[in-house]
């Protein structure tokens, strides 16, 4: 568990000092802004869908080192993808940062397995879970979401995981 949390520190430090696809797209195809007001996390995922894969990719905003460490790991994770496997590790991070499926029973989660233990950090879960949110809406098109919305984010249909 020692080493577990190491890495996770380390994780969440190397990707706060070096965001990936930080920055704005030019003429993005779809695009959402994402608010997680608990927090203060107020962050705009950008992405080109050539046909049906993730081309660019790219977040920024204003948010806690957790956000900005899922935001990167998001990009890198679902760039080059199609919607449907963006979708598919979306379900899955979020099925894990609520505790609601252990590790072993998601396939795509990779590296992503070291936000694992922020369900056992209530208060940081939904800053972990923003940024894929926000995915979520932008690739249905979808200009904002929060985690305060009126229909619960976690409950929003994004699968049943
Ligand atoms: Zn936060």
């Given at each position: 568990?020692?080493?577990?949390?190491?890495l996770?520190?380390?994780?969440?430090?190397?990707?706060?000092?070096?965001?990936r696809?930080?920055g704005?797209?030019?003429?993005?195809?779809h695009h959402?802004?994402?608010?997680?007001?608990?927090?203060?996390?107020?962050?705009?995922?950008?992405?080109?869908?050539?046909?049906?894969?993730i081309?660019?990719?790219?977040?920024?905003?204003?948010?806690?080192?957790?956000?900005k460490?899922?935001?990167?790991?998001?990009?890198?994770?679902?760039?080059g993808?199609?919607?449907?496997?963006?979708?598919?590790?979306?379900r899955?991070?979020?099925?894990?940062?609520?505790?609601?499926?252990?590790?072993?029973?998601?396939?795509?989660?990779?590296?992503?397995?070291?936000?694992?233990?922020?369900?056992?950090?209530?208060?940081?879960?939904?800053?972990?879970?923003?940024?894929?949110?926000?995915?979520?809406?932008?690739l249905?098109?979808?200009?904002?979401?929060?985690?305060?919305?009126?229909?619960?984010?976690?409950?929003?249909?994004?699968?049943?995981?």
């Amino acid at each position: 568990m020692s080493d577990y949390k190491a890495l996770y520190q380390e994780v969440i430090l190397d990707h706060n000092r070096k965001p990936r696809n930080y920055g704005a797209l030019e003429h993005p195809s779809h695009h959402a802004e994402g608010r997680n007001p608990l927090c203060g996390d107020h962050i705009t995922v950008a992405l080109n869908l050539e046909g049906e894969n993730i081309g660019a990719i790219a977040f920024q905003g204003e948010s806690c080192a957790i956000c900005k460490a899922s935001a990167s790991m998001m990009t890198t994770a679902v760039k080059g993808k199609t919607r449907a496997d963006a979708e598919e590790i979306t379900r899955e991070f979020l099925a894990m940062a609520t505790g609601k499926r252990d590790l072993d029973s998601l396939g795509h989660i990779g590296r992503l397995a070291v936000f694992a233990g922020v369900r056992d950090l209530p208060t940081r879960v939904k800053c972990a879970i923003l940024p894929w949110h926000t995915l979520h809406a932008a690739l249905n098109s979808i200009a904002s979401t929060s985690t305060e919305a009126e229909e619960d984010p976690m409950h929003a249909p994004i699968g049943d995981a």
